[in-house]
């Protein structure tokens, strides 16, 4: 027997402690070393807690309920109106921001220069140093959009007389809601706050809203899915790239428009402004996610993942079966293209609820269907189609609404399962914009992320 | 020597008749058959010639004249007019139609058809049976719409008075023109002629024409190759896919419009129109097509090939260095994809001037780009990219302005040698809708053809 091991050509397979694999390489032999961790990042209590969880029929039944009611839901996008009339329960002096909960004083440079910017706005305050003032002082309401069904790309800032879309799930009757896209440059989602960016949220609210109001009344409201999944086969993965998703939606809403009763010269300057827009469809394309996962949100045991969110310091994840609760860990860096003139040292940390696309099962997850999309955050095509692969290990199923033509044709992977994240020790990654860590800067780049593992260990661990 | 033979795995390439490598594969040996066939599809007059053509350092400088002007051109969109304005040297009572030329007798039903209608909607004739017979009787003037820089999908009739898209090549000075799409179902270029069409035609005529004219003349002109460069990004490939594109010239367009003084009734008409016509922009992406190659047409030796044209009844080629001479053969039928309560028997062969996009580096030369449209034409994305891939073959260079994402963003395979078509026998691929067969009925599929081999041999023969 040992003669004939040694006549044949060794294979050999090692767990553990590379060095082994190597030194038998180095001395010619084949060794395959494999790619595994201990679940958990080995942590003996997560591990006991995810193995009790694997294959229970409780958890599995949970799991069926919320993903099949996230699948099935059906947003439409009904209208706008100002977040006070639109939001339930928004109290005056509230504002919303990004991400999981966070005070004033650890508000990264964006977010505080937004939330300068929408008390400016408001009118709460007539200086960028008293409304600083005004903040720190304690006298208004900070909140997640989250908290109130809504979510908002980079600092994500919601004020009571901002427009908010409206969308409705005609399957579960839920609601959401997100801010309207100012599109590039000096904007208020990246911190700036001056008279330009003020301005342009004058006329957002005076006018553009309005009309967005009119148009989708006029039309009866948008269905949202066959738009992103027509966008799915133009290159869209409709978190980065919405550049089809924003024609089609204008295309949807030109001739409504014209049947309104708005002045030509407004229509001229609305129309101007979103055919100027390729990200005009993003915030839509967040509020149809968050339609569909608070659908399967709140299913006692369901592992599903339902929110992921930054607010530019914590990266936070909600599971369904565990309510209210947020798992979070510190918002990582941004691998990715800095523009020209920017570098790593000006990037802010993961900022933004625009990663509940991800959470849906597009953005990062539908990569693959966006090839052109590396031009922006890099990598290559080949890249993005592995990261679709890699994420059907994470989800419990596919979104059969949802297909990708460079994989074939094949569904979406969707729903991420939290147990399986921790099992395998894949994070599910993330798209995005890279913001400078000073406010009113803008955007200097766009990158991939991961969600941090231990906000899914610490979800595992409460479940 | 030959017990070392013996000893060794037996390495077979075999050249010629298949039957020798299969002999060696039955007894466990392996084989690799040669694809390989004798240039000119083996004729020696042919394979003569093309042996005197190829690294002929006169072709050589003609071809990189040729194509460097095919390459260089900048087709911009000017304007809209009626025929007889816009088209030099077009006379009163001549109808254009798609392909080579071709007599009355000899046309295929979708194109008497469309014939038919083009005299009622210009008033020629007062019912479709005289009009048949003003046809049939030899008091009109039919030509390809190639001899008047023009270029029209299927059955591609231009009359007088149909209002026709400008292309103006601003490098070379050269015009190009094609006719306005209709949109899907029941339309002229298909060979319906009922009241219908008619009453649409007229409309196009009076209000879509001018409105389009105002547009682009409030706007200066619109430059074509950003258009396809960035609808290429898109999942386009801008023969049989233009959803990408019809969105992006509909974005340019609106703004533009709303300035003009059309009233607000036609314009509602207008947007509604072209939002709901996904093919509006190939009409132009022809044009713009036919732009760029008749910049390249006309110099003495080369081989680059300037058109590729359907009658439905014979293929045409042309080819830079033999001018106005067309090289035909039968008309192909087309493999693909039937629309439900259609089969191949159905089917006219192939037809239209839409070829000119193959011809120019896009359409199923850029297939590779546009993974969704094998929904429509049949195969794979992976088949698409494999078509693409193949066409490098066959052509003098790429296309930098025209990038391919799915393709690691490799430039767009451009510029057909009529030399390397002859020499490698790989006919160059065109994906196409399938017209019926009889006048009227319309679209019944889509899909794969080759453009004849005998038509490039022809070219290489009379070169």
Chains 1, 2 share one sequence.
Not at 156 to 167: A, D, L
Not at 306 to 316: D, H, K, L, S
Not at 377 to 389: E, F, H, K, L, N
């Amino acid at each position: 027997m040992v003669n004939k091991l040694f006549e044949q050509e060794l294979q050999v397979i090692n767990v553990g402690l590379s060095s082994f694999a190597e030194s038998i390489q180095q001395t010619g032999g084949k060794s395959l070393q494999l790619d595994w961790r201990p679940p958990a990042s080995g942590d003996r209590g997560i591990g006991m807690k995810l193995a009790l969880r694997v294959n229970d029929p409780q958890v599995e039944a949970a799991n069926r309920t919320a993903h099949e009611r996230f699948l099935s839901a059906q947003p439409i996008l009904m209208g706008v109106d100002a977040a006070r009339n639109a939001i339930p329960n928004l109290g005056e002096r509230t504002l919303l921001h990004a991400g999981p909960p966070i005070e004033w004083s650890r508000m990264c440079g964006p977010m505080q220069g937004a939330m300068i910017g929408a008390i400016l706005y408001e009118g709460w305050a007539k200086d960028p140093e008293s409304a600083r003032d005004l903040a720190a002082g304690g006298g208004l309401h900070f909140a997640p959009c989250h908290h109130f069904g809504a979510v908002g790309p980079m600092s994500g800032v919601i004020s009571p007389s901002m427009p908010v879309w409206i969308v409705k799930n005609q399957d579960h009757g839920n609601l959401s809601f997100s801010n309207l896209n100012e599109g590039l440059g000096k904007v208020l989602r990246f911190g700036a706050n001056d008279a330009s960016v003020l301005e342009r949220l004058q006329w957002m609210g005076a006018v553009l809203g309005p009309a967005m109001n009119a148009a989708l009344r006029q039309l009866g409201g948008v269905e949202l899915r066959p738009i992103i999944a027509q966008a799915l086969h133009m290159g869209d993965e409709c978190h980065n790239r919405n550049a089809a998703a924003s024609s089609l939606l204008f295309k949807r809403l030109t001739p409504a428009l014209l049947k309104t009763d708005l002045p030509q010269s407004d229509l001229a300057r609305v129309l101007e402004f979103i055919a100027g827009n390729d990200h005009f469809f993003l915030n839509i394309s967040m509020a149809c996610c968050k339609a569909m996962l608070d659908a399967g949100h709140g299913v006692a045991g369901s592992t599903l993942v339902t929110a992921m969110a930054r607010n530019g310091v914590e990266f936070g994840v909600r599971m369904s079966g565990t309510g209210d609760a947020w798992f979070t860990a510190p918002a990582p860096m941004v691998a990715g293209l800095f523009f020209p003139g920017y570098s790593p040292s000006d990037a802010a940390p993961d900022l933004g609820d625009s990663a509940i696309t991800e959470t849906a099962g597009i953005g990062g997850f539908a990569m693959g269907a966006a090839p052109a999309i590396v031009q922006f955050v890099g990598g290559t095509p080949q890249d993005a189609i592995a990261y679709t692969r890699e994420m059907y290990h994470i989800t419990m199923g596919v979104n059969g609404g949802f297909t990708l033509p460079p994989l074939n044709f094949d569904a979406a992977p969707a729903g991420i399962d939290a147990r399986k994240v921790v099992d395998t020790g894949i994070a599910p990654v993330i798209n995005t914009g890279i913001a400078h860590k000073d406010a009113g800067v803008g955007q200097v780049g766009a990158g991939i992320t991961r969600a941090p593992l231990a906000c899914f260990e610490q979800a595992i661990a409460n479940s």
